[in-house]
């Protein structure tokens, strides 16, 4: 059961995005801010902070690709993600997949679920706050998904995989993607999307 649920997820959360790319035609500035905010995703994943029970935060790893797709729009940030989620893999210890199907489980959606954040638009601060709450619940899901199928064997003492997984990701990966969404909260997006407009030849 525990692989089925999974597996259905993934292919929709796949089939749902990839038609939300339909048609999609990167310029050399989508390319440009792309390679930038990916890059800062990984800069910034090297800082952790530790919790007592072995979970992490970064130092606002989700930050630079919400601002890509709030900034610019989503079909940039999935190409940001799943490219910051290659090199991940690549580039990062501690992202090393344990099995064949996990990329494509947590590695491929985590970073790229962030561009989830202008699926309701930029002209409303609820649209923006609506959004990016999407955008995070949909990249924690991934670490819960995986974590429950592929890290299994870590779970404490008395806590199945689910229970396992859940309180784990929600201590680490929640948290910070609640504070991404408080701080995204109070950021002037508006004011940052007019000036990325008017100060980079289309």
């Not at 210890?93 to 985590?110: M, N, Y």
């Not at 784990?168 to 997006?189: F, K, Q, R, Y």
């Amino acid at each position: 059961m525990t692989n089925l649920i999974v597996g259905a997820f993934t292919l929709c959360y796949f089939a749902v995005t990839l038609f939300l790319c339909r048609g999609m035609r990167l310029s050399a500035r989508d390319i440009c801010l792309a390679g930038l905010m990916s890059a800062a995703t990984l800069v910034l994943r090297c800082f952790l902070i530790t919790l007592p029970n072995g979970s992490h935060i970064s130092l606002g790893a989700m930050l630079p690709i919400l601002l890509l797709s709030l900034l610019v729009n989503a079909r940039v940030a999935f190409c940001a993600g799943w490219v910051t989620g290659l090199l991940a893999m690549l580039l990062l210890p501690d992202w090393q997949p344990v099995h064949w199907a996990q990329p494509f489980v947590e590695q491929l959606i985590c970073f790229s679920a962030l561009g989830y954040a202008s699926v309701f638009g930029t002209d409303r601060r609820w649209k923006i706050i609506l959004g990016t709450t999407l955008a995070v619940a949909l990249s924690v899901t991934s670490h819960i998904m995986a974590g429950a199928v592929f890290f299994a064997q870590y779970a404490w003492d008395g806590y199945g995989p689910w229970a396992y997984s859940i309180v784990a990701n929600l201590s680490g990966h929640g948290t910070e993607g609640l504070l991404t969404i408080i701080l995204v909260s109070v950021l002037p997006v508006r004011r940052l999307e007019k000036s990325i407009k008017a100060g980079v030849p289309q």
